[in-house]
């Protein structure tokens, strides 16, 4: 009788690649924040991350020339110009040298996120064929879960420019607020509650143009309630999905104003708009415990994770886990950052909220 093997011959590196490419193509609100992670962490939970601010643009600067320099000879088509007859320029033409400034800031690992399965040796015997579609994505969804709606938390804590003193929203633009009227079922009713929403989205675009936030990478974020209007809106227009597989996995139900549109039943009646660098999620991995079976730690897309086999006896079964630590995080600009002459500094601008109210009709 031949001896009887394990079926399924795990390498913990492979698995590991193929969980963080599974999570990421799982995630939604979790994959829209830029990530950042370090295999080589050595620290633990409560420790920080210094992590690069990216600068702007160096300044372009035109100098060091008073005067078009032109050939003097002119008139006659047989004769040219030689060297000595284009005078030099009188003042220096050097470059201004600019400096990639890069500041810093740090991000706290706040939270150690795990989850782990138990697999029986009579699962393994009888009941598992396949690791990947009844194991591997089951753990790598709940990571997926967990970050959607982690996400969805900080993204209704954090994105808001109630920081910014008067003067600055003045110079930026600040939360935008919006009335709405309540349903009634009638077309001019939906109108004009599209009209209104639009018409904040209109401000709240304003606002992201005078603060230079870059113009790719936008996101509105809302609830069910606030995509019910947009999509009862005649003027607006959803994205083809026919060629973006992207899209659909990223809950992108359709573009307006330059804003990419994903929804999640984590909001309401709200709404918030900000840039793909307005968040940043920074990921580390714990070392490989002495005990463990087998480990691996690997990066995929900015994510950092764990994955741990080992082996319980006294159940005679295995268990796998996954497990990473991590903090989230707003972006806020350079201390030196301004606007129109106002000082902004260390403010967080990159991404802001709107609040929608509904209003009874008149005589209601």
């Given amino acids: 009788m031949p001896l009887t093997t394990h079926h399924f011959n795990l390498d913990p590196k492979q698995v590991t690649i193929a969980a963080l490419g599974l999570l990421d193509r799982q995630l939604t609100l979790g994959g829209l924040?830029?990530?950042?992670?370090?295999?080589?962490?050595?620290?633990?939970?409560?420790?920080?991350?210094?992590?690069?601010?990216?600068?702007?643009?160096?300044?372009?600067?035109?100098?060091?020339?008073?005067?078009?320099?032109?050939?003097?000879?002119?008139?006659?088509?047989?004769?040219?110009?030689?060297?000595?007859?284009?005078?030099?320029?009188?003042?220096?033409?050097l470059a201004p040298q600019g400096f990639i400034n890069e500041s810093r800031f740090a991000v706290q690992l706040s939270t150690l996120a795990q989850n782990s399965t138990v697999l029986s040796m009579e699962q393994i015997a009888f009941d598992l064929r396949k690791f990947g579609?009844?194991?591997?994505?089951?753990?790598?969804?709940?990571?997926?879960?967990?970050?959607?709606?982690?996400?969805?938390?900080?993204?209704?804590?954090?994105?808001?420019r109630s920081g910014l003193t008067a003067a600055q929203q003045k110079a930026v633009g600040g939360d935008v607020a919006v009335s709405i009227p309540a349903a009634d079922g009638t077309a001019a009713n939906m109108s004009a509650r599209a009209l209104a929403l639009r018409a904040a989205l209109v401000d709240a675009r304003m606002a992201m143009n005078l603060a230079q936030v870059p113009t790719s990478e936008r996101y509105l974020i809302a609830g069910p309630e606030v995509e019910a209007i947009l999509l009862k809106d005649p003027e607006f227009v959803a994205v083809?999905?026919?060629?973006?597989?992207?899209?659909?996995?990223?809950?992108?139900?359709?573009?307006?104003?330059?804003?990419?549109?994903?929804?999640?039943?984590?909001?309401?009646?709200?709404?918030?708009?900000?840039?793909?660098?307005?968040?940043?999620?920074v990921s580390?991995?714990?070392?490989?415990?002495?005990g463990a079976v087998q480990g691996s730690i690997q990066n995929i897309n900015g994510?950092?994770?764990?994955?741990?086999?080992?082996?319980?006896?006294?159940?005679?079964?295995?268990?796998?886990g996954l497990d990473t630590m991590y903090g989230l995080s707003t972006v806020a600009e350079d201390p030196d950052y301004s606007v129109r002459g106002t000082a902004i500094g260390e403010k967080f601008v990159r991404g802001l909220k709107i609040a929608i109210t509904e209003t009874a009709p008149a005589g209601g």
């Fill in 33 to 93: 924040p830029a990530r950042y992670s370090e295999l080589s962490f050595i620290g633990g939970l409560g420790d920080v991350i210094n992590v690069n601010r990216e600068s702007r643009g160096i300044p372009v600067q035109a100098a060091g020339i008073t005067a078009p320099i032109k050939n003097p000879i002119t008139g006659d088509k047989n004769r040219l110009a030689a060297a000595s007859d284009r005078p030099l320029p009188a003042d220096p033409r």
């Fill in 133 to 160: 579609s009844q194991v591997l994505t089951k753990l790598t969804r709940g990571f997926a879960e967990y970050f959607d709606d982690t996400t969805a938390a900080f993204i209704k804590a954090n994105i808001t």
């Fill in 240 to 281: 083809d999905y026919s060629g973006d597989t992207n899209a659909l996995r990223r809950a992108i139900i359709g573009r307006i104003y330059g804003f990419d549109i994903v929804i999640h039943n984590s909001f309401g009646l709200e709404a918030y708009l900000f840039h793909k660098s307005a968040m940043i999620l």
């Fill in 284 to 290: 580390a991995c714990p070392a490989i415990p002495m």
């Fill in 303 to 320: 994510i950092a994770t764990r994955m741990l086999i080992d082996y319980d006896y006294g159940r005679k079964a295995d268990t796998i």
